[in-house]
Every structure is written in C-alpha cells, then in structure tokens.
C-alpha cells in the first residue's frame, strides 16, 4: 500500500530555518516524481517544488527559489523520505504542507500543478511567526 507521512512542520520565527520530511512506503521512491505542495489559509494549494524520478532534475517555485531545497533519501525498495530544506522563512511561507504522487508517467516540471499528482499524505502545519 502507498502511503505518504510528513512530518517536521511547527512554529518558526521569521528568518529561521526547518526541514520537512515526507516518509513514503509501498513504492520505490528513486523511479517516481515527488512534489511539495502547499496551502495557506484561504489560498489555493500551490506546488513548493518536485524533484524527478532517477534524480534526472528538480524544480523551485519562483517564491522559494534561493531558499528551499528539495532532496530525497532512497532507503530501499519500498521505502523512502523526500525532504524540504527551508531557509530564511519568511511569514508568506505559513501553511500546511503536503507532499503528492502522481500514479504514472513523468509531471515534474516548472509548474508544479496539483492535479498531475494523485496520492497525497496528510499534511504538516507550518507557521511562521515572531
């Protein structure tokens, strides 16, 4: 069974930093794209950044270029983690977070759109604050 787990999200002050993990089991993480998405208080949902299967490539939303980074952890067959690597959070930023699989076929791009994935974890809340 595919299941997406993220966790690490909490209260951060401006400027601050914290990473997001996404633990994902049931598939073999290094053949699929992965995103981040997220979703702010009244906001449509927006995609953060996916990285390629095979690490053939990843991209930023224009938003966090320069400060988040994506990267995963392929631990084996069946399991996995995909991490966003936050820097110099900025308020804009609060939301909760989601990372989603799409079932088949290559979606990872610079656009990053929402319905191209189609399984997605539970989320993790992220408020930056002072």
């Known amino acids: 069974q595919v299941q997406l787990v993220e966790s690490g999200g909490g209260l951060v002050q401006p400027g601050g930093s914290l990473r997001l993990a996404c633990a994902t089991s049931?598939?073999?993480?290094?053949?699929?794209?992965i995103a981040w998405f997220r979703q702010a208080p009244g906001k449509e949902r927006e995609g953060v950044s996916c990285?390629?299967?095979?690490?053939?490539?990843?991209?930023?939303?224009d938003s966090v270029k320069g400060r988040f980074t994506i990267f995963k952890d392929n631990k084996d067959n069946t399991k996995g983690t995909v991490y966003l690597q936050m820097n110099s959070l900025k308020s804009e930023d609060t939301g909760v977070y989601y990372c989603?699989?799409?079932?088949?076929?290559?979606?990872?791009?610079?656009?990053?759109?929402?319905?191209?994935?189609?399984?997605w974890g539970q989320g993790t809340h992220l408020t930056v604050s002072s």
């Open positions: 049931g598939f073999n993480l290094y053949y699929y794209d």
């Open positions: 989603a699989l799409p079932r088949t076929g290559s979606v990872c791009d610079e656009f990053i759109r929402p319905h191209e994935y189609d399984i």
């Open positions: 990285i390629r299967a095979k690490n053939e490539g990843s991209f930023l939303a």
